[in-house]
């Protein structure tokens, strides 16, 4: 589905391949940024803090061999000292994971949240960067602004319905 939805993902992601060994690890998907970054993204299903260990292996593996870049992915125009940046995409990250990127600070992949609801035009893809520090989507992110932009009467009852979810989340914590 990220492959697929590269653009939304960050505009002007060039997908370069899928399943890309990193060591002992591997990265799900690797991307060329606009500025010729590598970048490595990690999926999961709910992104625990082996999501984010193999997230930051996978990136410090490629920075120590940046030399391969140009080998493995030969038509992308990479910038060989560049570092590469970590992403990692799950439907919901847990609270180890949160805690861990707020630990890990500026050096910490980057979190998309991400979903596919049905609308009545099909099936519709949402990605949501996070805030670790809060564990919320921040305010002024480009998905919150393209759906305020074009408010339906589902996006209100999509998002009551998340804002109970989050409570129960919440709640959930302390049983």
């Known amino acids: 589905m990220l492959a697929e939805c590269?653009?939304?993902l960050e505009?002007?992601?060039?997908?370069?391949q899928r399943g890309v060994a990193?060591?002992?690890?591997?990265?799900?998907?690797?991307?060329?940024?606009t500025s010729g970054r590598l970048v490595l993204v990690t999926c999961d299903v709910v992104a625990g803090p082996e999501a984010v260990l193999r997230a930051v292996?996978?990136?410090a593996w490629?920075?120590?061999?940046?030399?391969?870049?140009?080998?493995?992915?030969?038509g992308a125009a990479?910038?060989?000292?560049?570092?590469?940046?970590?992403?990692?995409?799950?439907?919901r990250f847990s609270d180890r994971a949160l805690r861990l990127l707020r630990a890990l600070g500026p050096s910490a992949p980057e979190a998309v949240e991400c979903g596919l609801f049905e609308d009545a035009d099909g099936p519709v893809v949402g990605l949501d960067r996070l805030d670790p520090a809060s564990g919320r989507?921040?305010?002024?992110?480009?998905?919150?602004?393209?759906?305020?932009?074009t408010p339906r009467p589902e996006a209100r009852r999509a998002a009551v319905l998340i804002e109970r979810l989050e409570r129960l989340r919440f709640s959930e914590g302390f049983r």
């Open 22 to 33: 990193a060591g002992e690890v591997t990265v799900d998907l690797a991307f060329a940024d």
């Open 137 to 149: 989507v921040p305010a002024h992110s480009p998905s919150a602004d393209a759906t305020a932009e």
């Open 57 to 59: 292996e996978g990136a």
């Open 62 to 74: 490629w920075a120590e061999h940046a030399g391969l870049r140009s080998r493995v992915f030969p």
């Open 6 to 8: 590269a653009a939304r």
């Open 78 to 91: 990479l910038e060989r000292e560049a570092p590469p940046r970590a992403l990692i995409a799950a439907s």
């Open 11 to 16: 505009p002007g992601l060039v997908p370069l």
